[in-house]
């Protein structure tokens, strides 16, 4: 057994393709540390432990993603197979997004992930991922050229976030309602640049939409003026294009490279 195999503190954040093939994604996390993260005073050594472990997840990201990009990050469910339609709209945008010059990024798992990420790779593109210890049982997609696995969501929430110039939010459940708030709520409160955010599956966010104006807005929870760049469309052209524009303000280089058409139709 090798040391980091019998280190009780050890994040399990993995280089890329270090992983076994057969090691499921969003597996068992193997010590029960993070479930004390919320439970109090554990003791000043236990939280300087847990500091550390943290502390190393964020290098191992940071080591993993920072020669990459820029990334168009990509959420969405784990559930859908690769029959349903917004599997399906998940891969078009990932190809989309790869031949307009992004890197893909994702949760790394099934689903939406996976869509996203296989179209990435089938146009030629790179094609990330950020992966989570659940306690369940599904396979990690098989689309990653880079992936890092990480224990504590709030780590991997800013892998996702701090690499990326454009947002898509594809139909998905309370992760990617957070994953997607969380993106909003820095634009809105000035903590990182209005990157562009597409939400893609309109009959499904729409009630969400209706939501904002009609509740959210009138309570004057939300102001009008704040300008939050959110784009509700199925129109691939379009959702490109608004990634594409609003992404190129903010990049220092000014413009992205889009893939050649040679790796394009790949």
């Known amino acids: 057994m090798s040391d980091r195999e019998s280190d009780p503190t050890s994040d399990r954040a993995s280089d890329p ?14 010590y029960p540390y ?17 500091a550390f472990r943290i502390f190393r997840e964020f290098i191992r990201g940071f080591r993993t993603f920072h020669t990459i990009g820029p990334c168009a990050t990509v959420f969405g469910s784990a559930r859908f197979k690769e029959d349903h339609r917004y599997y399906k709209l998940a891969r078009e945008a ?4 790869a031949r307009a010059g992004f890197v893909v990024m994702t949760g790394g798992g099934p689903g939406v992930m996976e869509a996203a ?3 990435a790779k089938e146009a030629g593109g790179l094609s ?6 659940l306690p369940r049982e599904e396979q990690h997609n098989d689309y990653l ?13 800013v892998m996702l976030i701090k690499y990326s110039y454009a947002f898509f939010g594809m139909p998905g459940g309370f992760g990617t309602l957070d994953e997607m708030f969380e993106v909003t709520t820095l634009i809105q409160t000035g903590k990182i640049e209005p990157f562009p955010c597409v939400l893609m599956g309109t009959d499904y966010w729409r009630p969400l939409f209706d939501f904002i104006r009609e509740s959210m807005l009138r309570e004057g929870t939300i102001s ?3 300008n939050l760049p959110v784009l509700l469309t199925d129109d691939f052209d379009e959702a ?24 394009a139709a790949g």
């Open 145 to 157: 050229d880079r992936w890092v696995e990480f224990r504590y969501f709030f780590v991997r929430k």
């Open 117 to 119: 990420n296989r179209g």
């Open 17 to 30: 393709g270090s992983r076994p093939p057969s090691q499921k994604w969003g597996s068992v996390p193997r």
């Open 94 to 97: 990932g190809a989309r997004l």
């Open 34 to 50: 993070d479930r004390h993260l919320t439970r109090g005073d554990n003791g000043l050594l236990h939280e300087r432990r847990r």
């Open 240 to 263: 490109i294009e608004f990634a594409v524009r609003g992404a190129e303000r903010s990049l220092r280089k000014g413009k992205l490279t889009p893939l050649p058409d040679s790796r």
């Open 224 to 226: 009008t003026d704040e």
């Open 128 to 133: 990330v991922g950020c992966n989570i210890e």
